[in-house]
């Protein structure tokens, strides 16, 4: 049980070009996913906190107008990286929580690994 | 600002030990602690959960200390097998409050 889908698992695109990443809940509704980046070698570092049916809340220092996140189910949620530079090259991942699992933390999807040529 | 130290950035350890994990906190007071394991290129995936008031948790061969006083969770995995190599992560926190992670340890089981 609380499966996280990330799709896709990698994608190279050209510079200027944008990207959309999906996170689905498979077996659980989430009406609040994450959103992190992460370096080589480096932890995780969330971006934003996806919310269905509302805007998205994002952490200081990331663009919203660059990673666009839509959250319009309670199984889904995109993260879109618009006009994208080599600089966003990075391993995204989301994540989301099973309220019904007790004592049970966060699942996360197996990452998408973005590389901008 | 909050912030989480995990002790070290890397940690070798031979076959058959215990290994010991160590994540402080500061300006916090998380009502839980949770660990993750994380493999290159993969996602984190969650290991154990504890809360304010457990001392301890156990999960087959982990076990998960949390000191609140101290502001303090330790992580040990007894008789290590070079299976469990890969990095560890810990986070303050719980609910449906996103996470924010330690830099993680990098634990290595040599054979």
């Known amino acids: 049980g609380a499966v996280v889908s990330q799709h896709p698992s990698r994608v190279i695109c050209k510079s200027g070009t944008s990207v959309k990443i999906e996170c689905r809940s498979l077996?659980?509704?989430?009406?609040?996913m994450f959103w992190y980046r992460q370096f080589p070698k480096k932890s995780l570092m969330l971006m934003a906190t996806s919310n269905e049916g509302s805007k998205a809340t994002y952490e200081q220092g990331v663009e919203k107008d660059k990673f666009l996140i839509n959250h319009a189910s309670l199984t889904l949620s995109t993260l879109t990286v618009t006009s994208a530079h080599p600089e966003d090259s990075s391993f995204y991942i989301c994540?989301?929580?099973?309220?019904?699992?007790?004592?049970?933390?966060?699942?996360f999807g197996s990452g998408t690994r973005l590389t901008v040529v | 600002s909050q912030k989480i130290e995990q002790n070290s950035e890397a940690l070798n350890i031979q076959e058959g030990k215990t290994a010991t994990l160590t994540c402080n906190y500061t300006?916090?007071?998380?009502?839980?602690l949770q660990w993750y394991r994380q493999d290159p290129g993969r996602g984190p995936v969650f290991l154990l959960l504890i809360r304010e008031n457990e001392k301890e948790k156990r999960k087959e061969r982990l076990k998960v200390t949390f000191d609140t006083t101290l502001k303090q969770s330790l992580f040990h995995i007894t008789a290590s097998q070079p299976a469990d190599s890969a990095t560890y992560l810990c986070?303050?926190?719980?609910?449906?409050?996103?996470?924010?992670f330690g830099k993680g340890t990098r634990l290595s089981v040599i054979a």
């Open positions: 077996d659980f509704q989430a009406t609040t």
């Open positions: 986070a303050p926190g719980g609910g449906n409050t996103p996470l924010v």
């Open positions: 300006n916090y007071s998380p009502a839980y």
């Open positions: 994540s989301a929580k099973d309220r019904s699992r007790i004592n049970y933390g966060y699942t």
